[in-house]
């Protein structure tokens, strides 16, 4: 940046982290029981183990997925905002170099002017 400081990071790449830190579903911790319901809250997690491993591995899967096409979409944010700074400062030097073509343009005819009336006046 012309001041000197690097760029501000987007928001979008915050939340995108925090995004891909949070993605997989981890198994619930087990409940506490109490000691003589231990055996038991350990058959129905087994007997259940079966059906919602599989549907925790799916929206896994997804998860991680969503989260890298969501960075393939920042980082040609990303690139498109770099190509855009990059349009503006090029523009912007293209208008300076027109700006000082046309303020010698002017410094030229006021010359002119300036020689004109001066034949004039010493006729």
Same mark, same amino acid.
């Given at each position: 940046m012309a001041d000197g400081m690097p760029p501000a990071r987007p928001a979008y790449r915050t939340l995108?982290?925090?995004?891909?830190?949070?993605?997989?579903?981890?198994p619930p911790a087990p409940p506490a029981t109490r000691a003589w319901l231990r055996p038991l809250r350990r058959i129905i997690?087994?007997?259940?183990?079966w059906y919602i491993e599989p549907l925790r591995?799916?929206?896994n899967a997804i998860?991680?997925?969503t989260v890298h096409v969501l960075q393939a979409y920042a980082d040609e %944010?990303? *690139?498109?905002?770099?190509? =855009?700074? @990059?349009?503006d400062h090029d523009r912007l030097v293209r208008l300076e170099r027109d700006?000082?073509?046309?303020e010698e343009v002017q410094v030229e005819m %006021?010359? *002119?002017?300036?020689?004109? =009336?001066? @034949?004039?006046h010493a006729e």
């Amino acid at each position: 940046m012309a001041d000197g400081m690097p760029p501000a990071r987007p928001a979008y790449r915050t939340l995108l982290e925090r995004l891909e830190a949070r993605c997989i579903v981890q198994p619930p911790a087990p409940p506490a029981t109490r000691a003589w319901l231990r055996p038991l809250r350990r058959i129905i997690d087994h007997i259940a183990a079966w059906y919602i491993e599989p549907l925790r591995e799916q929206q896994n899967a997804i998860n991680v997925a969503t989260v890298h096409v969501l960075q393939a979409y920042a980082d040609e %944010l990303d *690139r498109l905002n770099e190509h =855009a700074i @990059r349009l503006d400062h090029d523009r912007l030097v293209r208008l300076e170099r027109d700006l000082l073509d046309a303020e010698e343009v002017q410094v030229e005819m %006021l010359r *002119r002017a300036a020689q004109g =009336a001066v @034949r004039r006046h010493a006729e």
